[in-house]
């Protein structure tokens, strides 16, 4: 089934590509890559966050293209940095703030955490200590 998404995209990045491409007021290269790049970024980060879940992947790669294609015929260059902010974001709240969860009982969650997700623990001291200089 990934590879069936992964034609899907390759399909929307030409067609992302095709529209850029053909707009009457030509955007500058940067900004067409900027937003290929983070089109892909916001697919790959979907596949990452929502793995084995056919339904949110799903539903993460309509709304991706769901999003790029309402807004291609945004000619503001300052409206579309704006857009490519908001997907930038997106894809950063998505990559450090989704965790999955399962069912296992009726009242019981499993959560799986992906590894780039934990962090050591650092303990809080009321009282920092001082260090010692040498």
Not at 4 to 26: K, Q
Not at 33 to 47: I, P, V
Not at 70 to 83: A, D, M, P, R, Y
Request: charged share 30%; with cysteine; proline share 4%.
């Amino acid at each position: 089934m990934e590879s069936e998404w992964g034609s899907a995209e390759s399909t929307s990045s030409i067609c992302l590509h095709m529209w850029f491409n053909s707009l009457s007021t030509p955007i500058p290269s940067l900004v067409e890559e900027k937003a290929l790049r983070l089109f892909k970024l916001l697919h790959r980060t979907r596949q990452e966050v929502f793995k084995n879940d056919t339904r949110a992947l799903e539903a993460a790669r309509q709304k991706i293209n769901e999003e790029f294609r309402n807004n291609q015929s945004e000619t503001s260059e300052e409206k579309i940095n704006e857009l490519l902010k908001i997907a930038s974001d997106v894809e950063v709240i998505l990559r450090t703030s989704v965790i999955q969860a399962v069912h296992t009982d009726s009242n019981k969650i499993l959560l799986l955490p992906r590894k780039d997700l934990l962090q050591d623990n650092i303990p809080y001291f009321d009282k920092p200590t001082k260090k010692h200089e040498s």
